[in-house]
């Protein structure tokens, strides 16, 4: 079953379960989904899918922190709560651990070795983690590693 089709069901679901906040998330999903596809003109690939998820618990996250900065809790909780509902169909996020050995093992086969192959390591990385773990963990930790 594609994440499409699962959502679609959870829509169900939430709607029978009178869930107005997770129906609500779960809509924001579908829309973004059936926006993706027009844009392409085809159906949206497994990869795809995620990143539309990804950009979406972004964006609220992001919005959660506006919201916060200008002393709006009520407006952040709501935000952070739909990123929480969107989180659930992205795979499971890698741990630093994880994270930092799938980087050396990166840095092993490019040989790189100082902070000007950030670039390249950043490149492969970022190709090979999509999904796991979001750009921001993946360039903290490649820095830290070739400095």
């Known amino acids: 079953m594609s994440l499409f089709e699962q959502i679609n069901n959870d829509i169900k679901a939430a709607m029978m379960a009178k869930e107005k906040e997770k129906l609500e998330a779960l809509r ?30 972004k964006q609220r996250l992001d919005t959660a922190e506006i919201y916060k900065t200008n002393q709006r ?12 509902f969107i989180s659930v169909y992205l795979p499971k996020q890698m741990t630093e651990a994880e994270l930092s050995e799938a ?17 390249k ?18 360039s903290a930790c490649a820095k830290a590693l070739l400095a």
């Open 28 to 57: 924001a999903i579908k829309a973004a989904f059936l926006l993706a596809k027009a844009e392409k003109g085809e159906d949206l690939t497994s990869e795809r899918e995620i990143q539309v998820v990804q950009k979406l618990v």
């Open 73 to 84: 809790a009520e407006l952040a909780q709501k935000e952070e709560m739909e990123a929480a």
């Open 103 to 119: 980087i050396k093992s990166i840095m092993a086969q490019i040989g790189a070795s100082g902070a000007k192959d950030l670039g």
């Open 121 to 138: 390591v950043m490149g492969i990385a970022s190709k090979q983690l999509a999904g796991k773990a979001d750009g921001k963990s993946i």
